[in-house]
């Protein structure tokens, strides 16, 4: 199975075998030239809430609120959310609450990129595809697609909504998935996943060539 956080998601529909890494270079770029675009009309940013309950999270938008914009941007494991929005709002809850701001050009998975879901949707429609070779879960349910037709509309409508994260881990132990390989430098992504899965699954990272090394031997044994 391959899941993609975000902009990852486009590399796992590569990964997958449905698109070819150039088309998923491409739409990556098309994607990012959307999203710049809206960012300059509707600027803001995200911030990570580590740690907190949904109570707090509650208290944090709402606090955000009163201030401007701001929506949840993802759930990554049991107690780490992210928010996402406009500047104002975002900065009303970092007065209140222990967060982290994002290295995040602009609101992500919000409402604020809708005008740029239609674009990328038609773009991403118009990409050649083949059939599958392995499963591919969505960000949007956290969920294996069961019509390849379908990830073009799950890919699109991410853009305004919030990365089901913490659902794509409970589906993986739910399969009974012993390990997963964390590709390219996403330390965070390996932490979300032994934070959640525990002694369930090996996590394996490849950001040096000896993990990577280290990652291979062990799948081939």
């Known amino acids: 199975m391959l899941a993609g956080h975000s902009l990852g998601e486009i590399a796992a529909w590569s990964a997958a075998g449905c698109i070819a890494p150039a088309a998923a270079v491409d739409a990556a770029a098309t994607r990012g030239r959307l999203m710049e675009r809206e960012a300059r009309l509707h600027p803001g940013g995200m911030l990570a809430l580590p740690g907190a309950t949904k109570e707090i999270l509650d208290q944090a938008l709402a606090c955000g609120r009163v201030r401007g914009r701001l929506d949840l941007a ?4 049991m107690d780490e959310w992210v928010v996402t929005g406009e500047e104002s709002a975002l900065r009303a809850v970092a007065a209140r609450h222990p967060s982290t701001r994002l290295p995040a050009a602009g609101p992500w998975h919000s409402p604020a990129l809708v005008d740029a879901v239609d674009e990328l949707r038609a773009a991403l429609t ?3 595809r083949e059939p ?3 499963r591919f879960i969505a960000n949007r349910t956290g969920r294996v697609v069961e019509r390849e037709a379908d990830i073009p509309n799950l890919l699109a409508d991410q853009l305004t909504h919030p990365v089901a994260w913490l659902e794509t881990l409970e589906y993986l132990a739910e399969a009974e998935v012993t390990d997963i390989v964390v590709v390219g ?3 965070p992504h390996a932490t979300f ?4 899965l525990g002694e369930r699954a090996r996590i394996w990272t490849t950001e040096t060539g000896a993990e990577l090394s280290c990652a291979l031997e062990a799948l081939r044994s």
């Open 132 to 134: 599958g070779r392995a």
């Open 126 to 128: 118009a990409i050649p």
């Open 74 to 77: 993802a759930r990554n494991t």
């Open 193 to 196: 996943a032994r934070s959640h």
């Open 185 to 187: 430098p996403a330390r």
